[in-house]
């Protein structure tokens, strides 16, 4: 039985010889015969257990050598089949479509792979179409190039001949997988290249990357452990060999970009796009460490790894620069008007966008060994910051980092209002520098890290501000007016009043006509408190006494604001309308210690 196995082998196997003069080579068995493509591999496995039995009962037996040829044969025309399945068909196994397929496929292989090992060959239309009855054509040649490779790889494999196979199958998808790559623009980069691109150049390359990391990892890695794991999957020694050889140099460049750009000149803006590498990394973390599982790739997720590590350090450096930069501000020219500085401006846009990390920057300064992290909560001043509740907020490492930044900013402020020789426009500087803050808080993600109990508190700053301000700016005005205006007072008296009332408000309004408050909810309530200390300070001393005055020439210019006037004199304030000189000199060391050095 076993010779007449190999006689009938050699009928099947001579006819598709690849050097027969019968066959031209652009004719292919699998392409040509889908049934006789199912028998030869029955011929083949048949082919096998004849050399098997004759080996260990009769080793010197020409048919044994007969058998060795036509086993050379065929495993030769396994091979060019290999290959052309393997090259025509790479529109059917792109990455894309293999892995968008591996849950049907996994249940078709597993269907088949319980089925009798003669009947486990070659796929059928039939057996596609049990495996979904509405898929696509492309989807049936997919999956019947698929199952022809797995066929024929198993079948060299239990021949002895799976180095052959595999070689093929290395090179060519390792081809597919770097041109895959080139087009999602991942390159291979120094770290003196990226140093030297222009930050256009660098946007385009990290926009690159992080469209192509989700197609690299979801689709074409993914899609080549299914197909490797599909066609191979006769040894697990052989997948993890294949997928190695096909995935491992690209994957390992892929997720070395983001550590040459970690490496490269640090910059404060250039924290978010670190993040953003940091969140990709992190966010595909569950497949890349599902696909590379195999110990020979081992390298792919440690190399994703320390991409991590690098990116987290760097975010770190560039936090703690940032901190310093504030400190370290030295521009000297007070704002006019005492409006908002362009330190306050930059810091806070800059926090906001950060509070927009929150999930990210958390881990980041969570891992971190730094003792001043891990103190950070504690060194915040009680009554300035308190943690919002963990429920609403678990990150309290960031929260506590961003409060801390603000702080500096807020103690540097208060050495840029020194910059006023008006304590009064410091005081507004302060409140309005302050407002903006708390604004830029109340409008971001700021404020479900900071809490609703630091936007009250710092409100309060702000009121208590606005009142200093209130104070020191019109208490020359205040004073000029009797503390009780019922007392009798001579006519001498009352022109004196209402000349030094006239004076000190000019004086005061003329030098706040360039004053600013940009918010104009604090504009308004400012002008609403002056406006309800003044007016009827002003109108019961001028109802009281303007008639003292009745026979006075020139009562107008003796008299010139009546007291339904003052309101339109103040809305005018408060607009940056002109600009004095009071802000240009620096304060008098006595004037310095009215200001309010820092929040405690």
Not at 408 to 419: R, S, Y
Request: with cysteine; aromatic share 10%; proline share 3%.
């Amino acid at each position: 039985m076993m010779e007449e196995n190999i006689d009938n082998a050699e009928l099947l196997i001579t006819k598709w010889d690849p050097n027969s003069s019968t066959h031209t080579k652009y004719e292919f068995l699998f392409q040509e015969n889908r049934k006789e493509a199912k028998n030869f591999i029955n011929c083949v496995k048949d082919l096998r257990h004849a050399m098997h039995f004759l080996v260990s009962e009769n080793s010197v037996s020409d048919k044994l050598v007969l058998a060795q040829n036509l086993m050379q044969i065929a495993m030769k025309r396994l091979e060019r089949e290999f290959y052309h399945i393997l090259s025509s068909n790479r529109r059917y196994l792109d990455p894309g479509s293999v892995s968008s397929r591996s849950l049907r496929m996994l249940a078709w292989s597993r269907s088949r792979s319980s089925e009798s090992e003669e009947e486990h060959c070659v796929g059928s239309d039939e057996d596609v179409r049990t495996a979904g009855e509405s898929i696509s054509e492309e989807e049936r040649l997919s999956e019947l190039a698929m199952s022809d490779l797995k066929s024929i790889a198993d079948c060299m494999i239990s021949s002895g001949y799976g180095k052959e196979c595999v070689n093929i199958y290395k090179i060519i998808r390792k081809s597919i997988v770097d041109e895959q790559l080139y087009h999602l623009g991942i390159e291979r980069y120094s770290s003196s290249v990226i140093n030297k691109m222009n930050s256009q150049v660098f946007e385009h390359q990290i926009k690159n990357w992080l469209d192509g990391i989700k197609i690299a990892v979801k689709t074409l890695f993914h899609g080549e452990r299914v197909l490797c794991d599909h066609v191979f999957s006769v040894s697990i020694t052989i997948t993890e060999s294949c997928f190695t050889g096909v995935t491992k140099e690209g994957s390992i460049m892929l997720f070395a970009f983001p550590e040459l750009v970690a490496k490269s000149k640090r910059s404060p803006e250039k924290i978010f796009r670190l993040m953003d590498l940091y969140e990709s990394i992190t966010d595909f973390w569950p497949e890349i460490e599902s696909i590379f599982s195999f110990e020979s790739v081992s390298a792919v997720k440690l190399q994703a790894l320390n991409s991590l590590l690098k990116l987290g350090e760097s975010i770190r450096i560039i936090l703690s620069e940032f901190e310093l930069s504030i400190q370290k501000n030295s521009l000297k020219i007070p704002i006019p008007g005492g409006g908002i500085h362009p330190l306050t401006h930059s810091v806070m846009n800059y926090i906001s966008f950060l509070a927009n990390y929150s999930g990210v920057l958390a881990e980041i300064i969570t891992d971190s060994s730094s003792t001043t992290e891990s103190l950070l909560p504690s060194l915040l001043p009680e009554s300035y910051f308190e943690s919002p509740n963990h429920n609403e907020c678990p990150s309290l490492a960031i929260s506590a980092r961003l409060a801390w930044i603000i702080l500096i900013l807020i103690c540097k402020l208060d050495t840029k209002a020194e910059l006023y020789n008006d304590i009064a426009l410091s005081y507004l500087f302060l409140a309005n520098n302050l407002q903006f803050i708390v604004e830029k808080v109340r409008v971001s993600n700021l404020k479900y890290l900071l809490g609703d109990d630091w936007i009250t508190k710092h409100e309060k700053k702000v009121r208590q501000y606005a009142a200093n301000y209130e104070v020191t700016a019109w208490s020359k005005v205040f004073s000029t007016l009797p503390e009780n205006s019922s007392d009798g007072m001579s006519p001498e008296m009352v022109k004196t009043h209402f000349r030094q009332f006239n004076s000190g408000f000019e004086q005061v309004y003329r030098k706040q006509t360039s004053w600013v408050v940009l918010d104009g909810k604090l504009r308004d309530e400012i002008k609403v408190s002056i406006a309800k200390n003044l007016v009827p300070a002003y109108r019961e001393f001028y109802d009281t006494h303007l008639v003292a005055l009745s026979g006075e020439k020139n009562l107008e210019v003796l008299v010139r604001f009546a007291p339904e006037n003052l309101g339109n004199y103040l809305s005018d304030l408060f607009h940056g309308t002109a600009f004095s000189g009071s802000s240009s000199s620096s304060m008098s060391s006595s004037s310095l210690s009215r200001v309010s050095r820092c929040f405690s």
